[in-house]
């Protein structure tokens, strides 16, 4: 186990809220974070000590922001692998790489989950119009057709109906490879947030209840449903293989289905998430500590919850516009973002509710 004392530099890749609320988390234990970003308004780098504003596949910027940094992690999964390969030997980077590269590939991520005992949805790889014919004969409707890389909050995504047009799907996605999954009939969508330290110790939050709207989390609760709870076992069983199979260091998220038939796996983020937020004040460490913990090598802190119940509501779009009567309520705990502009369907802050 390497221990990086207060005082050495976190790099971030990604500046968004993630890495901004990393960034508060690795402030409150001394550390110092370097963000690394493409877009010059970075949120996380409003709240940090350096920012490197340089494109994700600048060697010479990369090679710099790595030279300043004591370990390196990254707050965005869609970080392209090839240029962080070039620089993994300037300092240590965690997650691994390895993470990164499952999670890019939809496919890759439900292979590696079933490789792992795991339930997925049925799926087909298509590559073209054709195979969309065949993925859809293969596995019926009602599917869902998401591209393969880069798709995130329901972006990238056509829900295909029974004797739906299949040209304005394909439409749709642009034509990019694409994966055909079966609808999941479930009752509750949930998550396991694990951290992973580099002892290889593995400890679980309280597991949320996930309620989405447009394919947007708009709401968890922890601690979950009894229905939800009966299947968390072999949920965190298959999250800490795939978090073992990796040699996994931080916080990993895997999103379930909760179905008549147990579990079933529908994604893994390979960083803290958003269905995390509430362990800011609603758990005893927060995701955000954990994960600074676990990559610069400190003893993990306590995941329990530290209210009965914890609820955390996004603020989307003009959602956020309400934060004064939001404060008016002394028990609610709001974080803004500090995006500028409101936008449908864009993230702009959460608030907490702790029920003792
Ligand atoms: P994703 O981007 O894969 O997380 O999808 C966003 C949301 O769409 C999920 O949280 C679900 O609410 C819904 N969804 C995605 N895939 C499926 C599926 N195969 N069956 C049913 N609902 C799905």
């Known amino acids: 186990m390497q221990t990086l004392p207060p005082g050495s530099?976190?790099?971030?890749?990604?500046?968004?809220?993630?890495?901004?609320?990393?960034?508060?988390?690795?402030?409150q234990l001394g550390y110092r974070c370097h963000i690394y970003a493409s877009d010059n308004n970075s949120i996380a780098a409003e709240v940090s000590a350096q920012f490197t504003c340089a494109q994700d596949e600048d060697i010479a910027s990369l090679t710099r922001f790595a030279e300043s940094c004591d370990v390196i992690t990254f707050e965005f999964e869609n970080v392209p692998v090839a240029p962080l390969q070039e620089i993994a030997a300037l300092a240590p980077l965690h997650p691994p790489i390895a993470a990164l590269d499952i999670a890019q590939n939809r496919i890759a991520e439900k292979n590696f989950a079933r490789d792992h005992g795991g339930t997925t949805a049925p799926f087909a790889e298509v590559t073209d119009r054709p195979s969309l014919d065949k993925a859809i004969a293969e596995i019926g409707t009602p599917a869902i057709l998401k591209t393969i890389r880069m798709g995130y909050d329901g972006k990238g995504q056509s829900r295909i109906r029974p004797g739906d047009d299949l040209d304005r799907h394909w439409d749709a996605v642009a034509q990019?490879?694409?994966?055909?999954?079966?609808?999941?009939t479930f009752d509750h969508e949930f998550s396991v947030i694990l951290v992973r330290g580099q002892d290889g110790e593995i400890r679980f939050w309280n597991t949320p209840h996930n309620i989405h709207e447009d394919g947007i989390l708009a709401l968890s609760v922890a601690p979950a449903?009894?229905?939800?709870?009966?299947q968390q076992d072999d949920a965190r069983a298959l999250a800490a293989k795939m978090a073992e199979a990796m040699d996994?260091?931080?916080?990993?998220?895997?999103?379930?289905?909760?179905?008549?038939?147990?579990p079933v796996f529908n994604e893994m983020a390979p960083r803290v998430h958003n269905s995390?937020?509430?362990?800011?004040?609603?758990?005893?460490?927060?995701?955000?500590?954990?994960?600074?913990?676990?990559?610069?090598?400190?003893?993990l802190g306590d995941t329990g919850l530290a209210a009965k119940k914890v609820e955390m509501h996004n603020?989307?779009?003009?959602?956020a516009d309400d934060w004064q009567s939001l404060l008016s309520d002394g028990t609610n705990h709001l974080h803004l973002y500090g995006k500028g502009e409101s936008r449908p369907g864009?993230?702009?802050g959460h608030v907490t509710k702790l029920h003792f």
């Open 248 to 262: 996994y260091v931080g916080v990993l998220t895997c999103e379930f289905f909760a179905t008549k038939n147990g």
């Open 315 to 319: 603020l989307i779009g003009a959602q």
């Open 176 to 184: 990019q490879p694409c994966v055909a999954e079966g609808f999941v």
């Open 9 to 27: 530099t976190i790099g971030i890749l990604g500046g968004g809220q993630l890495g901004r609320m990393l960034s508060v988390a690795a402030a």
């Open 346 to 348: 864009r993230k702009m």
């Open 276 to 299: 995390g937020h509430w362990t800011i004040e609603g758990a005893i460490t927060s995701q955000f500590e954990n994960h600074i913990r676990a990559i610069c090598g400190l003893p």
């Open 225 to 230: 449903p009894a229905a939800i709870l009966e």
